[in-house]
């Protein structure tokens, strides 16, 4: 059974930096493409980014291509999302996802594993 675990949420100001991290265990870590995912009140479920399973692809959504940063480390089962100039639209619940198939370049929201969320509030 795969099981994600999110960390590193909180309250921070804008312009401020966060570390998510998510720890993943029930299955061979490096062999699947892990990713971010927020959710708003009152709004859906959205991609943030996007690593592969070899680390060698990364993918982000507009708004945060420049000062979120996806990265892995398969050693510890982790993935990390390092947020910079946080801004208040980034308020969110932050969610980690598994691609359920092996060997993914990127995670689809209708085809992954969840963690329980880490909530993440940006003042202005």
């Known amino acids: 059974q795969v099981q994600l675990v999110e960390s590193g949420g909180g309250l921070v100001q804008a312009g401020d930096s966060l570390r998510l991290s998510c720890a993943a265990s029930?299955?061979?870590?490096?062999?699947?493409?892990m990713g971010w995912f927020r959710q708003a009140p009152g709004k859906e479920r959205e991609f943030v980014a996007a690593i592969s399973w070899s680390g060698s692809n990364t993918y982000y959504e507009d708004s945060v291509k420049g000062r979120f940063t996806i990265s892995r480390d398969n050693s510890k089962n982790t993935v990390y999302l390092q947020m910079n100039s946080l801004k208040p639209e980034d308020t969110a619940v932050y969610f980690c996802?598994?691609?359920?198939?092996?060997?993914?370049?990127?995670?689809?929201?209708?085809?992954?594993?969840w963690g329980q969320g880490t909530q993440v509030i940006v003042s202005s």
């Open positions: 029930g299955r061979t870590f490096s062999r699947y493409a």
């Open positions: 996802a598994a691609a359920r198939g092996g060997y993914s370049l990127t995670v689809r929201k209708d085809d992954a594993y």
